[in-house]
C-alpha cells in the first residue's frame, strides 16, 4: 500500500466480513463467496468509487476475479499473487486432488477446529506460514492432521518475523477461525450463477516459481501455456524466481515495482 501511495495511487485495504477487525456475520455457517463479492461492492459504494483496480492473494483473488466478471464496470484493472483464474467452480476439480489435502480436510465439518483447537492460535499461524511457505502440497497421511506435518524445530521463514507473526496472531484470535473455513473451504461447491466466466480487464497474475499452488494438478501448465488467456485475454503472468506462495511478503518490492508497472502501463489513474 505504502509503495504504490508513494507513487501517487489511492490504496485502500480492509478486512472481508469476518476477518480481521470485521464484523462476524450472523449466520458464519451460511455464508459463500457472493457476500465477499457484495462486500467489495459495497465497499466501492460506500466510498463513491465508481472504478478500481482490485488487488487480491490466494483465496482473495477468487472474489477479485468473481467481481470482475460479475462487475465489469467496477474493475478497472485486476492483480493476483499465487492464483489463476480458473472459471470453474474449484468443487468441479476436487476429486483430482490428493487424498488428505488440506483444502479436503478443512471442508470436513469439525475436523479443522479439533485439528487447530490443540494449539493456542499463535502456533496455527506459525504452522500454516510455515508448512504453506514450502514448495510441497500439504497432504496429511491417514493417520494425520494437517498440523502434524508441522516440525516444532523448523524455524519461521527469514522474511516472517516474530512481530508479523504476532499482529497476524492478534488478528485471528479476533475473528477466530468460523468464518474463514466456511468462506472458502466450506462453500466451494456453491454455484454463484456466472454465465460469462471472462474477465475483460487488464490483468496481472503474479507467481513465485516456487509456490505450492503450481503442484495443483495441471495448474502449472494451465498458467505457463497460456490457457488461462482463454478467461483473461488481456493477461500479464509473471514469475519470480525462488517465490513461495507468500511471495509478496518474500519479495516485496519485486512485487510492487511489478503492480506499478502494471498501473502505469494501463493508465490507471484516480
Do not use: C
Amino acid at each position: 500500500m505504502m509503495a504504490v501511495a508513494r507513487h501517487g495511487y489511492r490504496a485502500i485495504a480492509f478486512d472481508f466480513r469476518g476477518y480481521g477487525l470485521s464484523d462476524q456475520p450472523a449466520e458464519p455457517e451460511k455464508a459463500t463467496l457472493k457476500d465477499l463479492i457484495d462486500d467489495v461492492v459495497g465497499l466501492l459504494d460506500s466510498l463513491d468509487i465508481n472504478k478500481a483496480v482490485l488487488v487480491g492473494k490466494d483465496f482473495g483473488a477468487r472474489p477479485a476475479f468473481l467481481v470482475s466478471a460479475l462487475h465489469p464496470e467496477r474493475v478497472s484493472g485486476l492483480v493476483t499473487i499465487g492464483v489463476p483464474y480458473t472459471p470453474q467452480r474449484p468443487s468441479a476439480i476436487q476429486n483430482l486432488l490428493p487424498k488428505g489435502l488440506y483444502i479436503s480436510r478443512w471442508q470436513e465439518p469439525g475436523r479443522a477446529e479439533a485439528d487447530f483447537g490443540r494449539f493456542d492460535v499463535k502456533t496455527v499461524i506459525r504452522n500454516i506460514y510455515t508448512l504453506f511457505s514450502r514448495s510441497e502440497l500439504p497432504i496429511a497421511g491417514d493417520d494425520q492432521e494437517i498440523m502434524d506435518l508441522f516440525d516444532p524445530s523448523t524455524p519461521l521463514p527469514s522474511w516472517f518475523s516474530e512481530q508479523d507473526l504476532s499482529v497476524y496472531a492478534s488478528l485471528y484470535k479476533n475473528s477466530g477461525f468460523r468464518f474463514a473455513l466456511q468462506v472458502p473451504y466450506r462453500s466451494l461447491s456453491v454455484d454463484i450463477g456466472i454465465a460469462d466466466p471472462k474477465v475483460i480487464a487488464p490483468a496481472l497474475l503474479i507467481m513465485g516459481d516456487k509456490d505450492y499452488s503450481l503442484k495443483f494438478p495441471g495448474i502449472e501448465d494451465y498458467i505457463r501455456s497460456g490457457a488461462v488467456k482463454k478467461f483473461v485475454p488481456d493477461l500479464n503472468i509473471a514469475f519470480l524466481a525462488g517465490g513461495s506462495h507468500f511471495v509478496h511478503e518474500q519479495l516485496p518490492h519485486q512485487v510492487n515495482e511489478l503492480i506499478i508497472t502494471f498501473l502505469d502501463k494501463h493508465g490507471i489513474s484516480f
